[in-house]
C-alpha cells in the first residue's frame, strides 16, 4: 500500500507535467495545423525564469511563477509572430515549420546553457517546513501534491476559458475554417498568436511546478518532449481533453512499470504499448483523423 | 550550362568553405594565447572534451582547469625554451565528435599532446589514431577499460575505479549494511563502477544485493524503481550516475521516506549534489580520487589549496565538477614529460612519462609502477555529514555507526 | 512537353556529373596542396559528409519522395550498424558464438538487407499513419531500437560499446581509416554515387512515379489504382536500405560503435539535413549534408556558443529560404535565365 501511494503520486506528477506539454501540442494543432518541438524547451526556458526571480532576485514564489508565466505567454506569441507567421506567409511546407521549431529549441537549449551555465542549479523549497507529508504510512513531498494540484487547477481553467469566453469561441472557430472565421470579423492572426502563447504559458507553468522535486537545468526540457507528444498523440492529437489523458497514461504507465515490474524494461513497456495503440486503434483515445485515406 | 556553373560554384564555395573553417583554426581564445602551426609555440596541447551537449558542466571544469595549467606554465617559462600553445575542439560529448577531434587536433593543429575528455566511450573511440600517430595522450576518466586495450601512448592522471569497489564495499561493512539495493544509470563509466562493486560484493559474500535496479538515460523520475527498491526494505542504497541525475535521485529516494546510508561513486563529490539534494545529501557514502571542497581554506593539501585559488582567482569560482583535478594533472603529467625528455618527439616524450614519478593533486603518482599508463591506485572514501565531505574515517570515528539509517 | 522533361532530366544529368566530378577533383587538389594543405582530417570530414548523403538520400525516398516523414531514422542506422559490425568481429556476434566472421565488404551489405527487413516490418503499422502519428511512431521505433542495444548487453555489450570494429577490405587491401588518408574515402565516395545513381533509376521509373503520386495526391492515386500498401512499404524498405547501408560504413570507418550515437537527436540531424538541403530532388540530399557538415565543423572555433550559432544559422536559413538551400540555386538560376535571355541548361 506503502509503495502503491508513492508511485501513484510519483505517476501523477509525471503525468501532470507531461499534460501541461501536451496541451501545448494539441492546442496549437488545434488552432494552426503545425507541430511544434519547442514546448519541452520552453517548459525549461520558464523553469529558468521562474528560479531566476525565486532564488535569485528572492520575489516571493508566486509573484515569480506569475511573473514567468506572463514573460513565456509573450515569447510564445512573439515566437508565433516572428517565425511561424513569417514561413506561413512565404507558404513554407509544414515540415519547414517544424524544422524552425526544431531550430528553436536548439537555440533556447543553447542560450539557457550560456546564461545560466551548464551546472543543474537547486530550486529551494516552496514550503518552509519541507519534511514530506504522510498519507496512511507513505510519504510524499508537498511540492508533489502542490503540483498535482495546480496542474489540475490549470486544465479546469483552460477547460473554462475555451468554453465560456469570447476569446474561446473565436479560437474554435479560427481552428475551424479561418476564412470564415476572419470574415465573422475574428482577427484570426491575433488568436493564433495568443494559441502560441498560452501553450507557452502552459510549458512555463509545468516547468515552474516539476522544478522544485527535481533541478533546473539547461537539459531539462528534453527528457520530458517525447513523452508529452506521445500523450498528446495518443490521446488524439489535438484533442485537449485527449491530451491530458494520453499524458496521465503515459505518466502513470511508466512509472507503475518500473515500480512493479522492471526498470530495465519499463521504455520497452511504454514504447511497446504506443505501437500496440497504433496498430489498434490509430485514431487515438479521443478519436482524431489519423488514417491517411 | 549557366545552372550547372552556379551548381558548382556554389558546391566549390562550400567545399573550400570547409577548408576554411579547419585553417581559421583555434578561436581558443580566452586567457590562453592563439595557437599556431606550431612555430611560435614550442609545445602544443591539444583537447577535446564536451562543452556543449550532455555533460557540459564536466566538459567546462576539464577545459578551464587545463586553461589554467598551461598559462601558469608559460607564466614560468613555458616549456622547451619556449611558450605553450593550446587547441580545442568541441566534441559535444559524441564520439563522431571526438573522432572528427583527435582527426582535427592530430592532422590540421599538428598539436604534439592531448589531453582526452573523460568519456571512455570517446577514448577508447579514438585510441587507434591517436597510437597511430605516436602522439602522447592522458586521459582523464576512471573507467578501467581503455588502459586495458594495450595502447602505448596513452596515460592516466588519476586511480581508475577498480580501485573504490574495495574501500567501499569495506564501508558498507562498517555500517553493518545487511541488505543493498541497487539503481544503475545506464553509461559505460557507472556500468563498468558497479560492475566492479558487485563484483566485490558477491566475492566476499556478506551482504545481500535484494534487487538491481536501472536508470535510462534521459529519465528524470525514477519513483517507480526507487520504491521497488524500498519495498525490498534494504539498510543500504547504492546510486552511481553523473552528477546531474545522482542528485535528484538521492533527493527522490529521500522524499520517499528512505534515511539510511546511501552509497555512490566519485560524482556524488559534485557541490551540487549537496545543492540540489540539500540536506537529503546527508549520509551518501562514496569514493573519489578528488573531493572539492566547499572553499579554498578547507583544502585537504598545499597543492590543492594553490590550485584552488588560481582557479577561483581565474573563474571567480571553484571547480563545478573533480574533471578539474583530473584535467590539470592531465597537464601536469603531460608538460612535466616533455620538459623531462627535453624534446617534442612523441615515443621520446611517451618513454618518460611511462617512467616518472610525480606529486600530483591526486597524491604522489608512480608511472613505473605500472606498465599500463596507470599511475594510481585506490580511492579515499568520504560521505557527506552535516552538508560538508568529511573522510569515512574521521567521521566513524566521532559518531555511532547508526547516525544514519 | 516532352521534351522539356527530356531537358530537366539532362540538367539534372549534368548537375550530378558536375558534383561528382567536384568531390574528385577538389581532393586531388589538395593532395597535391593545389588548394589547401592535405590533412586526414578533410578526408574525414568528406567521407561524413558522403556517409550522410547516403543517408539523406534515402530518408529523401520516403519523406521527399513518398511524402512520408521519419523522425527515427538514426534507428535503421543503428541496425545497419550493429548487424555489420555482429556479423564481422571476431569477438562480438557470429565470432563470439560460431567462431566464424564474414568479411566486413559483404557484411555492410547484408546489414542494409536487414534494415531493409526492419523497414518493411515498420511499415505495417505506418502504412496506415498520417504526419502526426507517423512521427510519433519513428520516434518510438528509435527508443525502441536503441533500448533494445542498450539492454541486450550480451549481444552488444550495451553503453560500454564494441570497440576495434574490422576495417573494410577487398582481396587484401584494406580500405584504412587509420594507416591512410583517403583510402576509405574514396570507398565511400564509390558507394555514394553508385547510391545516388541507383536512387535517380528508382525514382526515375514506375516504382518512383507510384512514390510521388502518393505523395503529391493519395485520392487520385488510389482512384488510379496505384497499390498504395505496397508502394508505401516499398519506400520504407529502400529507405531503410540506404540508411542501414550509410550506419554499416560509419561503424567500419570510427571503429568503435555505443548506443550514444544513435539517439533520437541524431534523427533530428538527418531530417535537418534534408530540409536544409532541400528534399525531392537529387542535389538536395547531397547540399544538406555537406552544408550542415561544414556549418558544424566552421562553427568549432566558437566553443560552448557553437551550438547556439548552429540554431540561429539555421533558423535564419530558413526563414530567407523555406524551400531548402536548392530552392536558393533554383531562384538563382531562374534570374540568370531571366537576365540571359534564355537558358540553354
Known amino acids: 500500500m506503502n509503495m502503491f501511494i508513492s508511485v501513484l503520486v510519483g505517476g501523477l506528477v509525471l503525468g501532470c507535467t507531461y499534460g501541461m506539454l501536451s496541451l501545448g501540442f494539441s492546442l496549437i494543432y488545434q488552432a494552426s495545423g503545425y507541430m511544434n518541438f519547442t514546448q519541452a524547451n520552453l517548459l525549461m526556458f520558464g523553469a529558468f525564469l521562474a528560479w531566476q526571480f525565486y532564488s535569485e532576485w528572492k520575489i516571493p514564489f508566486i509573484a515569480s511563477m506569475a511573473l514567468a508565466v506572463v514573460i513565456m505567454f509573450f515569447i510564445g506569441w512573439m515566437m508565433e509572430r516572428s517565425i511561424i507567421r513569417v514561413l506561413v506567409a512565404k507558404k513554407a511546407r509544414n515540415i519547414y515549420v517544424v524544422l524552425s521549431t526544431i531550430a528553436l529549441s536548439i537555440i533556447m537549449e543553447n542560450a539557457a546553457m550560456l546564461i545560466w551555465d551548464a551546472r543543474p542549479h537547486y530550486f529551494p523549497p516552496i514550503f518552509k517546513d519541507s519534511a514530506p507529508v504522510k498519507l496512511g504510512t507513505a510519504s510524499v513531498s508537498k511540492e508533489s501534491i502542490l503540483c498535482i494540484v495546480v496542474a489540475i487547477c490549470a486544465m479546469i481553467a483552460l477547460h473554462f476559458f475555451l468554453n465560456k469566453t469570447k476569446f474561446g469561441t473565436s479560437m474554435r472557430a479560427a481552428a475551424q475554417n479561418k476564412t470564415a472565421a476572419s470574415c465573422m470579423g475574428i482577427n484570426v492572426n491575433r488568436t493564433i498568436g495568443i494559441t502560441y502563447g498560452i501553450a507557452a504559458a502552459l510549458a512555463c507553468l509545468g516547468g515552474i511546478l516539476v522544478a522544485p522535486t527535481l533541478y533546473v537545468s539547461y537539459g531539462l526540457g528534453s527528457q520530458f518532449g517525447a513523452k508529452s507528444f506521445a500523450g498528446a498523440v495518443i490521446g488524439g492529437y489535438g484533442n485537449i481533453y485527449g491530451a491530458i489523458v494520453g499524458a496521465l497514461i503515459i505518466g502513470l504507465l511508466e512509472t507503475f512499470v518500473s515500480g512493479y515490474v522492471s526498470s530495465a524494461y519499463k521504455e520497452f513497456v511504454v514504447y511497446g504499448v504506443l505501437i500496440l495503440v497504433m496498430i489498434i486503434k490509430p485514431s487515438g483515445i479521443f478519436n482524431a483523423k489519423v488514417y491517411d485515406e | 550550362m549557366k545552372k550547372f556553373w552556379g551548381f558548382a560554384l556554389a558546391l566549390a564555395m562550400m567545399v573550400s568553405l570547409a577548408g576554411c573553417g579547419s585553417t581559421k583554426g583555434s578561436g581558443e581564445t580566452g586567457n590562453v594565447t592563439e595557437g599556431g602551426s606550431g612555430e611560435k609555440y614550442s609545445y602544443v596541447i591539444g583537447h577535446y572534451g564536451g562543452v556543449t551537449g550532455q555533460v557540459a558542466t564536466a566538459g567546462t571544469a576539464g577545459l578551464n582547469a587545463i586553461k589554467l595549467a598551461i598559462k601558469q606554465w608559460n607564466e614560468n617559462g613555458g616549456v622547451l625554451g619556449g611558450q605553450i600553445g593550446f587547441e580545442f575542439y568541441d566534441d559535444g560529448a559524441t564520439t563522431e565528435g571526438a573522432v572528427k577531434g583527435v582527426s582535427y587536433l592530430i592532422d590540421d593543429r599538428k598539436v604534439d599532446g592531448i589531453i582526452a575528455s573523460q568519456l571512455s566511450g570517446n577514448i577508447q573511440a579514438t585510441g587507434d589514431l591517436v597510437e597511430a600517430a605516436k602522439i602522447p595522450e592522458v586521459g582523464t576518466g576512471m573507467n578501467p577499460a581503455w588502459l586495458q586495450k594495450g595502447w602505448k601512448y596513452l596515460f592516466r592522471s588519476l586511480a581508475n575505479s577498480e580501485g573504490g569497489a574495495a574501500p567501499l564495499v569495506d564501508a558498507m561493512e562498517a555500517l553493518k549494511v545487511t541488505d543493498i539495493g541497487t539503481l544503475i544509470y545506464q553509461d559505460d563509466g557507472n556500468i563498468s563502477a558497479n560492475n566492479l562493486v558487485m563484483a566485490e560484493l558477491k566475492k566476499r559474500g556478506t551482504i545481500n544485493i535484494v534487487t538491481e535496479e536501472q536508470a535510462m538515460v534521459g529519465e528524470t523520475d525514477w519513483t517507480g524503481a526507487l520504491s521497488s527498491i524500498l519495498s525490498k526494505k534494504p539498510n543500504g542504497v547504492i546510486i552511481f550516475a553523473q552528477g546531474e541525475q545522482g542528485s535528484l535521485m538521492v533527493k527522490q529516494v529521500r522524499s520517499l521516506g528512505y534515511t539510511g546510508y546511501i552509497f555512490g561513486c566519485e560524482t556524488m563529490s559534485m557541490p551540487d549534489i549537496r545543492n540540489v539534494a540539500g540536506s537529503g545529501a546527508d549520509g551518501v557514502v562514496f569514493f573519489t580520487p578528488h573531493c572539492i571542497p566547499d572553499s579554498v581554506d578547507e583544502a585537504s593539501t598545499e597543492k590543492e589549496r594553490e590550485f584552488l585559488a588560481a582557479y577561483e582567482k581565474e573563474y571567480g569560482s571553484l571547480p563545478a565538477h573533480d574533471v578539474a583535478y583530473r584535467a590539470y594533472d592531465a597537464t601536469n603529467v603531460l608538460l612535466t614529460g616533455v620538459k623531462e625528455a627535453g624534446t617534442k618527439d612523441g615515443p621520446a616524450v611517451r618513454d618518460t612519462i611511462a617512467n616518472m614519478k610525480i606529486d600530483l593533486l591526486a597524491g604522489s603518482a608512480d608511472y613505473s609502477k605500472f606498465d599500463n599508463g596507470e599511475c594510481l591506485s585506490g580511492q579515499k572514501v568520504y560521505i557527506i555529514h552535516k552538508g560538508k565531505n568529511v573522510l569515512f574515517s574521521d567521521f566513524l570515528k566521532e559518531n555511532p555507526i547508526d547516525t544514519y539509517k | ?345
Not at chain 3, 193 to 214: D, E, P, T, Y
Open chain 3, 1 to 345: 512537353m516532352n521534351n522539356k522533361i527530356r531537358d530537366v532530366l539532362k540538367s539534372k544529368k549534368s548537375i550530378a556529373i558536375a558534383a561528382v566530378a567536384l568531390l574528385v577533383i577538389v581532393p586531388f587538389m589538395m593532395e597535391h596542396n593545389i588548394i589547401l594543405r592535405q590533412s586526414k582530417y578533410f578526408y574525414l570530414l568528406l567521407s561524413f559528409i558522403c556517409i550522410y548523403t547516403i543517408v539523406t538520400s534515402g530518408l529523401d525516398i520516403l519523406f521527399g519522395y513518398t511524402g512520408q516523414v521519419s523522425f527515427g531514422h538514426a534507428g535503421f542506422f543503428c541496425i545497419g550498424a550493429y548487424a555489420s559490425v555482429l556479423m564481422s568481429h571476431p569477438e562480438w556476434g557470429f565470432g563470439k558464438w560460431f567462431g566464424i566472421t564474414l568479411p566486413p565488404i559483404l557484411t555492410i551489405f547484408l546489414a542494409a538487407l536487414i534494415a531493409a527487413l526492419f523497414g518493411i516490418l515498420l511499415s505495417i503499422p505506418a502504412n496506415k499513419l498520417v504526419f502526426h502519428f507517423l512521427a510519433l511512431l519513428t520516434i518510438a521505433f528509435n527508443y525502441l531500437v536503441l533500448l533494445a542495444v542498450s539492454n541486450f548487453a550480451e549481444l552488444t555489450n550495451g553503453y560500454i560499446g564494441i570497440t576495434r570494429v574490422p576495417e573494410i577490405n577487398i582481396f587484401g587491401f584494406s580500405f584504412s581509416t587509420i594507416s591512410s588518408k583517403y583510402k576509405y574515402y574514396y570507398l565511400v565516395l564509390f558507394f555514394t554515387i553508385l547510391f545516388l545513381i541507383v536512387k535517380q533509376h528508382i525514382v526515375n521509373s514506375r516504382i518512383g512515379r507510384g512514390f510521388i503520386s502518393i505523395r503529391d495526391n493519395l485520392m487520385a492515386a488510389n482512384g488510379c489504382g496505384v497499390n498504395i500498401r505496397y508502394y508505401k512499404t516499398m519506400s520504407f524498405a529502400i529507405s531503410a536500405f540506404y540508411v542501414g547501408f550509410a550506419g554499416a560504413l560509419y561503424a567500419h570507418m570510427i571503429g568503435f560503435i555505443s548506443p550514444d550515437t544513435f539517439v533520437q537527436n541524431t534523427s533530428v540531424i538527418f531530417i535537418t539535413m534534408l530540409l536544409f538541403g532541400g528534399s525531392g530532388n537529387l542535389l538536395g540530399p547531397i547540399l544538406g549534408a555537406t552544408i550542415i557538415t561544414t556549418i558544424q565543423e566552421s562553427l568549432q572555433p566558437l566553443a560552448d556558443y557553437r551550438m547556439l550559432i548552429y540554431g540561429i544559422v539555421i533558423l535564419i536559413i530558413i526563414l530567407f529560404q523555406p524551400k531548402g538551400i536548392v530552392g536558393l540555386g533554383k531562384n538563382i538560376s531562374e534570374s540568370m535565365k531571366r537576365r540571359g535571355g534564355e537558358g540553354n541548361a
